[in-house]
């Protein structure tokens, strides 16, 4: 159902998906999603240099695997294509010559030497450089020279002359800037593509958006284009300009604070729905305490007016927090296949995988679930299953194996294994807990011995799962060898 509600995400095809494009598409979705509206993707490719299909494509895959979905678009279609802007020239044509016509905008000739000399002096005299409309008034004779000479002309518009410019904006409240500061501005370059501010209001309009959300970093661009709306007497969005994100230190998010584009976090392993949630959090803040939401959930929650207008943090260990209690909650399958790239990577698994390989597989990313803040951690951890010479990660392991009944620990648990039909989970925690008993030792000094005769390590997976990994041959291996080591 249709309530009106219709939002964009209109990213620029220059390079990957990044987390702030990433949670701009994110607002506008859930916004759309909460009041049955209408959610559009649209492509901003005037920037002929620097976009490519390849970035577009990398984009839409992303914002996919966001769960983010879209009805009206970039392979959707819709009422209002043509929804990539190189594809719109036409339209964008027929209003620049409206506004040339009605005076409101003009043909600049001056080459960029000149523009270059102006803003020196202006910056010399210590004023705001802006254009002072030197061809804001040509004549026709004047026009006739520059074009014989071969200039080519951009298209610049009149901006009004003391005029406050004021921005509703749901996020940041009212905003206000003089006209006087803006100086006529580029609307198409002299190779006849529109500026972003210019087909930016062009598409908004046509699409008949009702609210745009975008970064901060956007809002000194809105006065140009609600002086274009007004220029052309079209409907004007609700703006929405969401914070910026910065880092740790409070610099404006970059590399160094983490990755910056969607791409390398789903590389890493880490899961749509928990980027999407901490997405999400980057500038909107639930009612109460909890901060684990699916995007169903979210749908539910979402409102503009619990986006603050202070800057949001990009914290990479609550990410890896959020993204820890996601994958805790996830299937073991889901995370086996996920697994399965890096695990290859590492050279622990190569060539086919067989039913039975398959289920070991399975229990190895069973007993480290719990441990991973995302999926690429998992080799760190399954190691101990796969590197045969035990190491003793360090003296204090070693002093484990020292003990006094170590032997006579050592051997009851020898035969124990040997006397196993089977080894299953089920199995070794009936194994052990006789063992104990039989001892008549406290659990700790079976556990961490067999622990460290296995592993080396005082510490990692529960012996459940390490031994029915191990299986009967590797445990008496192991036992003998580390016993041989001390
Ligand atoms: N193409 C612009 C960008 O990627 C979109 C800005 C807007 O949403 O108006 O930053």
Redesign the pocket.
Known sequence: MDNGIRV?????P?GPLHIG?AR?ALFNWLLARRHGGTMIVRI?DTDLERSSRESEENILNALSWLGIDWDEGIGKGGDHGPYRQTERLPIYREYTEKLLASGQAYHCYCSEEELEAERQDLMARGEMPQYMGKCRNLCDEDKRRYEAEGRKPVVRFRVPVNEDVIIEDLVRGRVVFESNGIGDYVIVKSDGIPT?NFA?VLD?ALMEITH????E??LS?TPR?ILLYQALGLNMPVFAHVSLILGKDRSKMSKRHGATAIEQYQSKGYLPEALANFLVLLGWSPVGEEEIFSLPELVQQFSLDRVAKNPAVFDLEKLNWINGCYIRQTSVERLTEMALPFLREAGYITGEITSDRYEWLKMVVLSVQEYLSYVAEITEYVNIYFDEEIEFENEEARQVLLGEQIPTVMAAFRDKVQEMAEITPEAVKAMLKALTKELKLGGKHVYMPVRVAMTGQTHGPELFYILPILGQEKILARLHRSLAKL
Do not use: K
């Open positions: 964009r995400f209109a990213p620029s220059t494009g701009s901003e972003y930016v908004d745009v959300i975008r970064g970093e956007h661009n284009q």
